[in-house]
């Protein structure tokens, strides 16, 4: 290389200074490019995706048999929910074996194949990490329960009994809402945040942070490509389990949260689990505040990649939602993360109801156009996106009108305790059809055959009868169903960087009908406009005949009323390129 002389040094450098102080500011999330940043997350809700024995559940088998129709959706990666095996007090989030495959599922060669034939297709994989918790029938819980001074006791929490009852904590599953269980074996209480059969994990024990680190590096050798960890901004804890103000429960996400030394065992986990291989990790839950998200998320903290906070799906309400207060949600979060950090976007998953019935018009009129415009949001957002099966064809609520039907044990434990502590339980029930999560669990529905192609048995929890209209095999005839339209959405985001990285502008604020919003990067512009109501709606934002309409969920683009504004139908959706 030519050595410069110093004046010549001097000038070189003073050129560099400048053009870097003249380059436009660029955020660093966008700067800082990365797969899973890129990624179209489809989360496939085993149990109930596609049967291929008859038992009635859904198997790895049968993914397998359904893995060209996944790819055929163009999404990147496919998060599983648990698989391991259980005794199913909760679907698979009481885990009795992490290194083991759960009967119903099928073996550990169903699941190489099921990671073979992801990566021959190009997708990533990512496994639920349940960690905050195990089943009551895992080895190290059996052990420590057995005595006071097993080797495993230090494996969950204990209290014993002789100290008297423990400061109340509360859990979201019990039937007492009674997060500590009296286990007369040792005489102790054992902590369970979620079911009677899902004790929590003592984090502050190094010896079982070590186990979950192994059994995760086991994951990852295996080829799998991300965690999700599941429930873990409650992991840590304060063990001398003070007392809590009266009522916490109404805020408890505020004492549960981001405890003790959460960030350090993720910080360690990250070292001893992520930095080695190239996987992703999100979390579900982020706290209570922004500053709470970022700590989990920012960068060179070197903890997660992104977490998912509900904010925005606890907006919808049976009664309705105001569409100014989803904006500005989605608009806080989006700013918030725009300079760093990162974060999932999402509107339903297999704890929520169903994505049109919550967010958007399940009536026959409007199901089409409303699940078409919720997808659009969802696919033009910042952030990763996290789509939930079955939504790609607007699954809709069940429904259902008796207790008996429902399979969830939060919703049959709130049912009783409801009815012990005189409760309406006609209320309870008319609000599950909207809210309660097994909506979201009732099996995929492939076609108009019998229990919509699910299964040849009995499926484990009712078939929507609206099967025989709302189905795969109709929509893949049809060139404008919502599956044909959620293809041409994943493909706009795959090919449009500006979709993923580029800069979020909220146009048209105070509209209570409307959202419309524009994505830019690098000279890459679009504009988003959305009618999230059921009658005809103005937007003020401004295109002329020459603006291209990339894609929109009626036959033809939206009416330009003038140069200012544009009228759209009931739900209707479009996308602009400029
Ligand atoms: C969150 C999971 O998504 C949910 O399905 C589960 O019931 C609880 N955590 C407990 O693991």
């Not at 496939?44 to 397998?64: A, H, M, N, Q, T």
């Not at 495993?152 to 009674?178: C, E, I, M, Q, T």
């Not at 190239?278 to 977490?307: C, I, P, Q, W, Y």
């Not at 994505?355 to 919720?374: C, H, I, Q, W, Y």
Request: net charge negative; charged share 30%; glycine share 6%.
């Amino acid at each position: 290389m030519k050595i410069l002389s110093s004046t010549s040094r001097i000038i070189f450098s003073l050129t560099l200074l400048l053009a870097v102080a003249c380059e436009p500011k660029k955020e660093k999330a966008a700067d800082d490019h990365r797969w899973w940043k890129e990624a179209i997350v489809y989360q496939v809700y085993p149990r109930s995706f596609k049967d291929s024995d008859g038992d009635g559940i859904g198997d790895l088998k049968g993914i397998i048999s359904k893995l060209d129709y996944i790819k055929s959706l163009g999404v990147t990666a496919v998060w599983l929910n648990p698989i391991y095996s259980s005794p199913n007090d909760d679907n698979g989030y009481d885990i009795s074996d992490y290194r083991n495959i759960m009967k119903d599922f099928g073996t550990m060669e169903d699941f190489d194949a099921l990671v073979k034939g992801m990566h021959e297709r190009g997708i990533k994989v990512i496994m639920d990490v349940v960690v905050n918790h195990s089943s009551d029938e895992h080895e190290w819980f059996k052990q420590s329960r057995s005595s006071r001074t097993n080797p495993y006791r230090n494996y969950y929490h204990w209290w014993n009994a002789d100290k008297g009852k423990p400061a109340y904590r509360y859990s979201l599953f019990d039937v007492n809402h009674d997060a500590w269980k009296y286990d007369s074996i040792s005489d102790a209480y054992y902590l369970h945040y979620f079911s009677r059969k899902q004790p929590d994990l003592n984090w502050e024990n190094p010896k079982l942070r070590q186990e979950i680190y192994d059994m995760m590096k086991f994951w990852a050798e295996k080829g799998i490509d991300g965690y999700r960890l599941d429930a873990f901004q409650f992991a840590a804890k304060d063990t001398l389990f003070p007392e809590f103000p009266k009522e916490f429960e109404k805020d408890f996400v505020k004492y549960y949260a981001m405890q003790g030394n959460l960030h350090g065992y993720l910080q360690e986990m990250n070292k001893e689990v992520f930095s080695k291989y190239d996987v992703m990790s999100v979390a579900e839950g982020a706290g209570k505040t922004f500053e709470d998200a970022h700590n989990l998320v920012d960068a060179d903290r070197s903890e997660l990649n992104m977490a998912y906070a509900f904010d925005g799906v606890d907006i919808a309400k049976p009664e309705g939602y105001s569409l100014l207060k989803f904006k500005n949600t989605f608009s806080k979060w989006d700013s918030a993360f725009a300079a760093k950090g990162w974060i999932s976007i999402f509107l339903a998953n297999h704890d929520q109801a169903r994505m049109v019935t919550r967010f958007g018009n399940d009536k026959p009129e409007f199901r089409d156009a409303s699940s078409k415009m919720l997808s659009t949001f969802i696919m033009t957002m910042r952030g990763t996106p996290y789509y939930y099966n079955g939504d790609e064809l607007g699954m809709t609520n069940i429904r259902f009108d008796k207790i008996e039907d429902y399979r969830d044990v939060p919703t049959h434990n709130e049912y009783l305790y409801q009815k012990k502590n005189g409760g309406d339980l006609n209320k309870l029930l008319e609000r599950l059809k909207f809210d309660c999560r097994d909506n979201g669990r009732t099996p995929f529905q492939w076609d108009r055959t019998a229990n919509a192609g699910f299964t040849t048995g009995t499926a484990w929890i009712k078939v929507n009868p609206n099967y025989t209209t709302i189905n795969e095999a109709a929509q893949e005839k049809d060139a404008n169903s919502c599956l044909n339209y959620f293809r041409k959405l994943t493909e706009l985001r795959k090919n449009n960087v500006a979709l993923v990285y580029g800069k979020y502008t909220l146009l048209d604020k105070g509209n209570e009908k409307i959202y419309a919003y524009t994505r830019e990067d690098n000279g890459e512009k679009f504009l988003i406009v959305l009618n999230f109501s059921d009658s005809n709606a103005n937007a003020a934002v401004s295109v002329d005949a020459n603006t291209k309409a990339v894609l929109f969920n009626y036959n033809e683009a939206p009416v330009i009323a003038n140069k200012d504004s544009i009228t759209l139908r009931p739900y209707e959706a479009v996308v602009y390129k400029f």
